[in-house]
């Protein structure tokens, strides 16, 4: 009788770890099968929110269960840029606010919007200003005075 009980115990927790699964499954499904409009939304969120963090499509589309090439084009087609262009945009954009408005360093500065790496952080500022962060800061406080 003991041994029925223990297997029954195990096999209620077997299932409601299976039920609980299943039900995560279900969410990503719906998302990927019943509105990438909805998920297009929740990568946008992220960029906002999330800018500083290691975020990359690919991600969403193994979360989500769909073709990365297939997100990459939805994606781009309902915002009109590409997921990394649009972290960058965010993560440029915080970027310049901080080089403007406070005293961080540079290197602090791209660790802030998401670089881990100055050199990176600085060649993907310049091409998207025109100026590396150190000549942004100081054409952004001589204007300031």
């Known amino acids: 009788m003991y041994k029925r009980q223990v297997e029954a115990d195990t096999l209620r927790e077997v299932l409601e770890k299976v ?3 299943l039900g995560e499954e279900q969410e990503n499904h719906s998302i990927a099968s019943g509105s990438t409009e909805r998920l297009i939304e929740m990568m946008l969120d992220d960029i906002q929110h999330r800018y500083n963090e290691k975020l990359s499509l690919s991600d969403y589309a193994r979360k989500y269960h ?4 297939y997100l990459t084009q939805v994606f781009s087609s309902r915002v009109g840029q590409s997921f990394t262009e649009s972290l960058i945009g965010k993560r440029i954009e915080i970027a310049k606010e901080l080089l403007k408005e406070t005293d961080y360093s540079i290197v602090q500065i791209g660790e802030m919007v998401g670089y881990e790496d100055y050199f990176q952080f600085s060649k993907i ?3 998207h200003t025109g100026n590396p962060p150190s000549a942004y800061r100081n054409c952004a406080k001589l204007t300031k005075n």
């Open 125 to 127: 500022f310049k091409k």
């Open 19 to 21: 039920r609980i699964r």
């Open 66 to 69: 769909l073709n990365s090439n």
